[in-house]
């Protein structure tokens, strides 16, 4: 009987102890205690509270880092403006290499449509200063519009040797690459001139372009080009963005040696390197054609000259829709074909990047003041390279407002890969390449 008393007893006490233990369990899971699986899991609003000091203290060590990495950019921002002047104007003192010799010469033009002012560019590359040259048009279907323009030329100059190519036969993806393969039939001589439709020359082009061919160990020569506007604002911001951004990276690229690329302002070269290097198969798929030539004939061991010849490209923007258009196409090429370098060009945006510095210090009176420098170290640098490269001046007071149309261009660059070209809808792939996606939306 008293066995079976202790028993209960002893029972009944490792009952409260189960149950003493068992509250005491709970008591270290409510204040954060018991086993790492136990505070693993418990639920989120037994959390420990942020303590405001340590929300204000984490706002003040984010804000720091913001204003360290935009006061780099700044100051990156700022070596670029300086080194694209010094740039411009190291070209400026260099020397046309007119040729001395005068060989003959077939100029290729690809046509698509009729543009402002397209009789104008290209009589201008029939009224040559030079004994021998061969013009080239070519268009792909009876109905483009260039080809009346083309054929009044041909009438009023007969003495010239012009030739004139309805082809629409298409290997690759670049309608314009698949028009030169097709013209290339007609050129009858061994230096060959491509230049774009909306270029515009003066009669010493020829001579003061292909003298570097005369050293074999230059495989092709190319040309830079200046905006010229053709219209209103839009066409005047076209120009500007030529001017003063891609005309001045492309200097500062050649200066310290990452340039090299070829430019479809102009390339100039010996029919037996454009056979080594595959013919235009070569290039037939890719968007940025003029680039990738120039890095085949780089492949062969020969070097890409840039002449001192700077020729005029007259941009027609009739809307901003298509000057939007054209300018998110050249982003997204570039994008595709160097992704570190085209996200390292964040940097040309001087005035933008600034602004976003004023703004993260609460717009105080020392980060207007830099707003207020960065505006007039960019219109000096805008005047310097414009005078000494015999660029359109005016409407300089117009550059914030081309900076931001250009940093947005940047920004949407990022936010997908197709593009609209000559009236058809391509993906860009990464390196370049083309894929059709379509004909043009409606």
């Known amino acids: 009987m008293l066995g079976q008393i202790g028993r209960g007893a002893g029972a009944a006490g490792a009952g409260r102890g189960q149950s003493r233990a068992a509250y005491g369990a709970k008591r270290r899971i409510g204040r954060g205690g018991g086993d790492s699986q136990e505070r693993g899991h418990r639920p989120a609003f037994w959390a420990r509270r942020r303590r405001p000091c340590d929300v204000a203290r984490d706002d003040r060590r984010s804000r720091r880092v913001s204003e360290l990495g935009l006061a780099i950019l700044l100051v990156l921002a700022w070596a670029y403006l300086t080194g694209s002047t010094i740039a411009a104007l190291r070209f400026a003192r260099r020397p046309i290499a007119r040729t001395a010799g005068r060989p003959p010469v077939s100029v290729l033009k690809p046509l698509h449509g009729a543009e402002p002012g397209l009789c104008e560019n290209l009589r201008s590359f029939i009224e040559q200063d030079y004994p021998e040259v061969q013009i080239v048009f070519g268009v792909r279907h009876g109905a483009d519009a260039a080809l009346p323009v083309a054929r009044e030329l041909i009438g009023e100059y007969p003495e010239q040797d012009i030739a004139l190519l309805v082809n629409p036969r298409a290997t690759g993806s670049n309608l314009k690459v698949a028009n030169l393969e097709n013209m290339l039939a007609a050129a009858k001589h061994e230096i060959l001139v491509m230049a774009d439709s909306d270029m515009r020359v003066d009669r010493d082009y020829v001579t003061s372009t292909i003298g570097p061919l005369q050293d074999p160990r230059a495989g092709a020569v190319t040309c830079l080009y200046k905006g010229m506007p053709f219209g209103g604002l839009w066409s005047r911001l076209g120009a500007m963005h030529i001017n003063f951004a891609f005309l001045p990276s492309a200097l500062l690229g ?93 940097i040309t945006h001087t005035i933008i990047l600034t602004v976003l510095a004023a703004a993260v210090a609460g717009f105080s009176a020392a980060s207007c003041w830099l707003v207020l420098v960065s505006c007039a170290l960019r219109w000096l640098s805008a005047g310097v390279i414009a005078r000494r490269l015999d660029l359109p001046i005016g409407g300089l007071w117009l550059l914030p407002l081309r900076d931001a149309l250009s940093f947005a261009v940047f920004l949407s660059s990022f936010c997908g890969r197709n593009v609209l070209w000559r009236d058809q809808l391509f993906r860009v792939e990464p390196g370049g390449r083309l894929t059709v996606e379509g004909d043009k939306p409606v």
Not at 297 to 321: K, M, Q
Not at 327 to 332: S, V
């Open 254 to 346: 050649e200066m310290l040696g990452t340039g090299g690329g070829c430019f479809g302002a102009t390339i100039a070269l010996r029919r037996s390197v454009l056979q080594r290097i595959g013919g235009f198969a070569r290039i037939r798929d890719e968007l940025a054609d003029d680039h990738r030539l120039g890095d085949a004939v780089r492949e062969l061991g020969l070097a890409t000259v840039l002449s001192r010849y700077i020729v005029e490209n007259h941009v027609a923007e009739p809307s901003f829709a298509s000057l939007w258009r054209h300018e998110l196409r050249w982003a997204r090429t570039v994008r595709a074909m160097a992704p570190l370098g085209f996200a390292g060009s964040i």
